[in-house]
């Protein structure tokens, strides 16, 4: 195959772009995740980017054991049960994979990202929710529900804000796009970014405690995981070394020299497209 589409379905937007086999991406395009005729509308876009020989798909939530459907997301819960797989199959009449958004991004980040050479790669995906997935000796880990579980519900701030699963205190309560805009009063991820690029001093602090928060999230996989790379994508992740400088920082601070040395953490060299990336790299394997 020389180029397939690949779809990212997040929580706020659909990302789709044609995507050759090193990672490289055309014709960006995005339009909103909403139920209003949300497959057509989607089929629409696809079709105005021009020939491509398969579809790849990843989107935030839990994919069945056949990778069919997204079964649990209360963010879209109105697509779970959805048959994706079949709907772009009978549409375009072409080869079609679909994973979760965390174990795509994993994948893309590992093959042409910061995750090359790793043995242990982790990565996290910061959006609307929080994800992780990870890739150990090329493989995607799958220990539940077809991945990592949702390591995005780890706490980190006991007793702390809600999150829409009924999680307290948990990375996606505290770190998400919408956590850090409650945070901000309502401003927008974007706007935040802007305002910290022009050096913003409230808006800088918001981003170095969720990057705080985000370091105890890492910590508290590290333990476990043991990853060797630790990658952050997704929208908060623009934020760069304001959101990852104190990241390391309480990482170093909170876990043993044994748990610590020698990992890195890295914004992802995909950034928010690692999940539309590797949506489409299986279909080139």
């Known amino acids: 195959m020389k180029r397939v589409l690949g779809i990212d379905i997040g929580g706020r937007t659909t990302k789709l772009a044609l995507v050759s086999p090193n990672g490289a991406t055309e014709g960006i395009t995005s339009i909103e995740t909403s139920a209003d005729s949300f497959l057509e509308r989607v089929f629409a876009a696809a079709a105005s980017l021009g020939p491509f020989e398969g579809v790849g798909i990843s989107l935030a939530g839990f994919v069945n054991d056949e990778r069919t459907a997204m079964f649990y997301n209360p963010n879209i819960a109105w697509?779970?049960?959805?048959?994706?797989?079949?709907?772009?199959?009978e549409r375009f009449r072409l080869p079609v994979a679909l994973d979760a958004d965390s174990n795509a991004a994993a994948l893309a980040e590992y093959r042409v990202g910061v995750g090359r050479?790793?043995?242990r790669f982790l990565s996290l995906v910061i959006g609307t929710g929080v994800g992780g997935g990870m890739v150990i000796d090329g493989e995607i880990a799958r220990v539940a529900h077809g991945g990592l579980g949702d390591i995005g519900h780890v706490i980190v701030e006991p007793f702390g804000r809600e999150c829409g699963s009924g999680c307290r205190g948990c990375a996606e309560a505290t770190i998400s796009a919408p956590a850090i805009e409650a945070r901000a009063g309502g401003i927008s991820v974007r706007e935040l970014l802007?305002?910290?690029?022009?050096?913003?001093?409230?808006t800088t602090e918001i981003f170095t405690e969720a990057g705080r928060l985000?370091?105890?999230?890492?910590?508290?996989?590290?333990?476990?995981?043991?990853?060797?790379?630790?990658s952050i994508?997704?929208?908060?992740?623009?934020?760069?070394?304001?959101?990852?400088?104190?990241?390391?920082?309480?990482?170093?601070?909170?876990?043993?020299?044994?748990?610590?040395?020698?990992?890195?953490?890295?914004?992802?060299?995909?950034?928010?497209?690692?999940?539309?990336?590797?949506?489409a790299l299986p279909l080139f394997d």
Do not use: M, N
């Open 79 to 89: 697509l779970q049960g959805c048959p994706l797989t079949s709907a772009f199959e």
């Open 117 to 119: 050479g790793s043995k």
């Open 194 to 202: 802007a305002r910290a690029e022009a050096r913003d001093r409230a």
């Open 214 to 230: 985000l370091g105890v999230a890492i910590a508290s996989q590290a333990v476990i995981l043991f990853p060797d790379v630790v």
């Open 233 to 279: 994508a997704g929208g908060v992740a623009e934020a760069g070394d304001l959101l990852l400088a104190p990241a390391r920082e309480a990482f170093h601070a909170l876990v043993g020299p044994f748990y610590r040395d020698g990992v890195v953490i890295a914004k992802a060299a995909l950034g928010w497209q690692a999940p539309l990336v590797g949506a």
